[in-house]
T-cell receptor, first 112, second 113 residues
C-alpha cells in the first residue's frame, strides 16, 4: 500500500514565525509532489508543486524535496492568522500517471 | 472560467435511496476524479477517468458507479445509499501526465440517514 504520512497536529505557531510542515512518502517511483491548503468546510487548494530535489520558493512559501530520503516539506515564512488551515501533502502514484495519493493533513494554527 | 463545478452542494438521503452527483470542468482537462473525505481519513479516491471514454476504480469504489459523459462532465452515482456513505464528496480534474496538478470543485456534503 502506497502511503503519504503527515503529523496530524495541531501545529501551533506564533504570528510572524516560520511554520514547518513535513511529509514522508513510500513510493520511490513518485516524481511529482504537491502541497494543498484546505480551510475548514472548503475544498483543497493547490499552493505549491515541486518536481526536483532542492527548494522551490513562491512568495512566503518554500517547498523542499529530498527524493533519496523520500521527504517533502513546506515552510511558511512570516506566518499570518490567515494561514491557519489544514495542509495536505500529495504525491503522484509512480505506477499510474493520473493518480495522486494524499496524506491525511496537518492542522496548522497561527496564534496572534 | 468557472474551473470545476459540482452539484448539489448539500444533500440528505434516506438509506436505500439513489442519487447522482454531477461534476463539470471548463479547463479542457483530460483526467477527472471523485474523492470522498471523512474526518481524520484524508481524501480517498473513489473512481477516476484518465481520459474521455475510460474509467477506473480507486481505493474505495464499492457502492458507487461513475459515468464520463464527455470530456467536461464526470458523474458519480450512489445506487442504494448507506449511512457509511455519509461524507463530503469532491470532484477534481487535471491534465495528463505525472506532473499535472489536480484542481478541486467546491464539494458536496452528503448525509445518509
Amino acid at each position: 500500500q502506497k502511503e503519504v504520512e503527515q503529523n496530524s497536529g495541531p501545529l501551533s505557531v506564533p504570528e510572524g514565525a516560520i511554520a514547518s510542515l513535513n511529509c514522508t512518502y513510500s513510493d520511490r517511483g513518485s516524481q511529482s509532489f504537491f502541497w494543498y491548503r484546505q480551510y475548514s468546510g472548503k475544498s483543497p487548494e493547490l499552493i505549491m508543486s515541486i518536481y526536483s530535489n532542492g527548494d522551490k520558493e513562491d512568495g512566503r512559501f518554500t517547498a523542499q524535496l529530498n527524493k533519496a530520503s523520500q521527504y517533502v516539506s513546506l515552510l511558511i515564512r512570516d506566518s499570518q492568522p490567515s494561514d491557519s488551515a489544514t495542509y495536505l501533502c500529495a504525491v503522484n502514484d509512480g505506477s499510474s500517471a493520473s493518480k495522486i495519493i494524499f496524506g491525511s493533513g496537518t492542522r496548522l494554527s497561527i496564534r496572534p | 472560467n468557472a474551473g470545476v463545478t459540482q452539484t448539489p452542494k448539500f444533500q440528505v438521503l434516506k438509506t436505500g435511496q439513489s442519487m447522482t452527483l454531477q461534476c463539470a470542468q471548463d479547463m479542457n482537462h483530460n483526467s477527472m476524479y471523485w474523492y470522498r473525505q471523512d474526518p481524520g481519513m484524508g481524501l480517498r479516491l473513489i473512481y477516476y477517468s484518465a481520459s474521455e471514454g475510460t474509467t477506473d476504480k480507486g481505493e474505495v469504489p464499492n457502492g458507487y458507479n461513475v459515468s464520463r459523459l464527455n470530456k467536461r462532465e464526470f458523474s458519480l452515482r450512489l445506487e442504494s445509499a448507506a449511512p457509511s456513505q455519509t461524507s463530503v464528496y469532491f470532484c477534481a480534474s487535471s491534465g495528463t501526465g505525472a506532473a499535472d496538478e489536480q484542481y478541486f470543485g467546491p464539494g458536496t456534503r452528503l448525509t445518509v440517514t
